[in-house]
């Protein structure tokens, strides 16, 4: 998957191969954090309709620049997001950093410079999409502004689980409640948690990572069982979060640096 800054994107600075004139792009955009379930259907769509599958998203979420103070955490990295998007078939990512500029854009200024930079051929996103300075845009205006061009755009409604829809806050806050089965069964996946970036201490017998100093959700405070990647790929131990901090014991002699990921085992 090509990853293309939403800079380059709009001023034509990207490789002329990464947006070929001829091939019309199939869309979505959002902060796709966790990639669940909602979200993957969106991209089913837009897979399917075209080989030059492209996703707009963040750098950073958000609401990290709008409200720090009432962001729990994100569910991914950016790698996280960037490999599981990969991995369902997305061909190209357009990285916007939301500060700055950016985030004063109205959507209708936003959805123009999306046409004028690349051939759109269909847009895929959530009914309840919403875009611009102060969410001044939804989803129903931009596929009246697509339609005048001819162009097609679908809302997609959202997927439900139970009764209620499935979505990147329901997920936190099933996480940090400690229902990780639920929050495996909103993302289709279990729950990972990437430790690159993070601040680390010594804890004494182990390591101690700090999830806040990079804004990423933990469960509630607890012992859980975890796979652990990286540095002594593959082997299973009990870690321990308190604070939003993930101590990870070690026995002497198992490897304690290079640790990439925790997995959660339900």
Not at 177 to 194: F, Q, S, T
Request: net charge positive; charged share 25%; with cysteine.
């Amino acid at each position: 998957m090509r990853v293309i800054d939403w800079a380059d994107f709009i001023s034509g600075k990207a490789p002329p191969d990464d947006f070929p004139g001829d091939q019309p792009l199939s869309l979505s955009i959002g902060v796709f954090d966790g990639v669940h379930r909602g979200h993957q259907e969106l991209i089913r769509r837009i897979t399917a309709e075209s080989p030059a599958a492209t996703v707009i998203t963040f750098r950073q979420n958000p609401r990290q620049v709008l409200s720090p103070e009432k962001h729990q955490g994100d569910i991914f990295s950016l790698k996280q997001k960037l490999a599981v998007l990969e991995s369902l078939g997305v061909s190209r990512a357009v990285l916007i950093d939301f500060s700055g500029n950016f985030s004063r854009l109205t959507g209708r200024d936003f959805i123009g410079l999306l046409k004028k930079s690349c051939r759109i051929g269909y847009m895929a996103l959530g009914v309840n999409f919403r875009c611009g300075h102060r969410l001044d845009t939804g989803a129903r205006s931009i596929r009246t502004w697509m339609m005048e061009d001819g162009l097609t755009a679908d809302l997609v409604e959202p997927v439900m689980e139970g009764r209620h829809p499935v979505s990147s806050s329901r997920i936190r806050s099933l996480v940090s409640a400690g229902d990780l089965a639920a929050a495996a069964a909103l993302m289709g996946r279990a729950l990972r948690i990437d430790l690159s970036g993070m601040a680390v201490s010594d804890g004494g017998e182990g390591r101690c990572y700090d999830a806040a100093s990079v804004s990423r959700i933990t469960p509630r405070p607890g012992s859980y069982r975890v796979l652990v990647r990286g540095a002594g790929a593959g082997r299973e131990t009990t870690v321990f979060i308190k604070d939003r901090k993930i101590f990870i014991p070690a026995k002497t002699g198992d490897p304690v640096f290079g640790v990439e990921d925790i997995e959660f085992i339900s």
